[in-house]
């Protein structure tokens, strides 16, 4: 194990706070969804029982619907807002908030999985099922609620379900939403972190809003569907689900649980043929689908992209995806970019709007490697180990000079260090 192996170590032992880990102290101080999917990927590469009491740990916070929270607040802390008195949601002993994240978790199931026949560490079968149960659940909470035409494509009724807050794929649908006038906007994170790296206090406005909304709807799905201005059917959330699936599918396998694997696969088919009319010829790339305007969300951002993690794309499709890929990379020090330099939306340091994360890299690069471009995959992989190398575990970069921005001691970037450089080791 080299040093800075250890010290990712040191950083997800630090944000243990007893068998679920806080992505960065301060800033983030309870359990996040996606966030603790990676980071049991990451701890499966040295802890196999700690992985699996990550996931347990978000399990706790699963609605009886199948929707699992973005966060689950398994302690109070008023270092976040908003925090449970403001979400309002009906889920207990554990309070959490009502909305979603990308589903990572059945992609972080079957990587504890793996490690575990790998290492011939023996879990318990009954823990395996009840992470199996959940995860099935929540994919097909996501077709229920969230695709109930049957379309393929998942949506997205808040911009932080995404994963990708701030992406400049959300301002033409924001700016349809109102600012809140019934709760008040007391902002946290501008005392944690520079505000210029943050979202504008306009929009965090307009992100309450969409929670009291939801709150006035009692959490209903159908209720929440119907009356939300906020509907976008997301290919980057998509990808992941498909993705996520077919894990899922493998994981059902091994199990012997044959109805729900074919179930499953037919989820995923429906995603990938979805997800493959929403490639665009024009642009070289994919494109989400705004459900209230009618209209294809042309920003361009990382999620462009993402559908590589689901698709096994035709030569032609794939060169032209690679090509304007590596466009963006072009002239700097840190990629893949979260929006692209000759974008109008760039701004190198805030938040979804230019910056690097390690684990969008980590999404991609798996995308890249299912679809044979493994050398601008290892390219992207040995970009980010560098960048880690030289600035920390941060929450994301700077890609025109490299520097470390947000949080820092970041769990998920920690989580991603591991990963990359234990693929390292074995190619
Ligand atoms: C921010 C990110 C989100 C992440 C959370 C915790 O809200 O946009 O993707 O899950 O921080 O790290």
Not at 194 to 207: H, K, L, Q, S, V
């Amino acid at each position: 194990m080299t040093d800075l192996q250890d010290a990712a170590r040191r950083v997800l032992s630090a944000n243990d706070r007893g068998g679920y880990t806080v992505p960065t102290p301060r800033l983030y101080p309870f359990q996040w969804n996606w966030d603790s999917a990676f980071v049991a990927m990451g701890f499966a590469l040295f802890d196999v029982e700690r992985a699996v009491t990550e996931l347990e740990w978000l399990v706790r916070g699963q609605w009886a619907d199948g929707m699992i929270p973005h966060i689950v607040f398994h302690q109070p802390s008023d270092s976040y807002f908003p925090g449970p008195d403001v979400w309002r949601t009906p889920h207990t002993p554990v309070p959490t908030s009502g909305i979603t994240q990308p589903p990572v978790f059945a992609m972080a199931l079957k990587a504890i999985l793996d490690a575990a026949r790998q290492k011939k560490v023996q879990l318990e079968p009954g823990r395996i099922a009840r992470l199996f149960d959940a995860a099935l659940a929540f994919h097909r909470w996501w077709y229920a609620a969230r695709d109930p035409d049957g379309t393929g494509l998942v949506a997205l009724l808040h911009p932080w379900e995404s994963g990708s807050d701030n992406s400049p794929a959300w301002d033409a649908a924001l700016a349809r939403v109102p600012v809140t006038t019934t709760t008040p906007v007391r902002r946290k994170d501008t005392g944690h972190v520079d505000a210029a790296m943050r979202p504008r206090d306009e929009d965090y406005a307009r992100f309450i809003h969409l929670v009291d909304l939801y709150a006035d709807c009692g959490w209903d799905p159908v209720e929440q569907w119907r009356r939300t201005p906020f509907r976008i059917a997301d290919i980057q959330t998509t990808a992941i689900l498909a993705r996520a699936g077919e894990d899922l599918a493998a994981v059902a396998d091994g199990l012997g649980r044959t109805d729900e694997a074919s179930e499953i696969r037919a989820m995923v088919v429906r995603s990938r043929t979805a997800l493959a009319g929403a490639w665009r010829d024009a642009l070289g790339r994919f494109v989400s689908r705004d459900l209230v305007s009618r209209e294809d969300v042309t920003a361009p951002t990382q999620a462009s992209f993402l559908p590589l993690l689901a698709l096994d794309l035709a030569p032609a499709r794939r060169d032209a995806a690679e090509r304007e890929m590596r466009g963006w990379c072009e002239g700097l020090a840190v990629a893949f970019p979260s929006t692209p330099r000759s974008s109008p939306h760039f701004e190198a340091k805030r938040y979804w709007r230019g910056p690097v994360w390690a684990v969008i890299n980590w999404l991609l690069i798996d995308g890249l490697e299912r679809n044979g471009l493994a050398e601008f995959a290892a390219d992207l992989r040995q970009g980010t180990v560098a960048a880690i190398e030289r600035v920390g575990f941060c929450e994301y970069f700077d890609p025109v000079t490299g520097e470390g921005c947000g949080g820092e001691g970041f769990s998920w970037t920690a989580a991603a260090y591991l990963h990359f450089t234990a693929m390292s080791a074995r190619t």
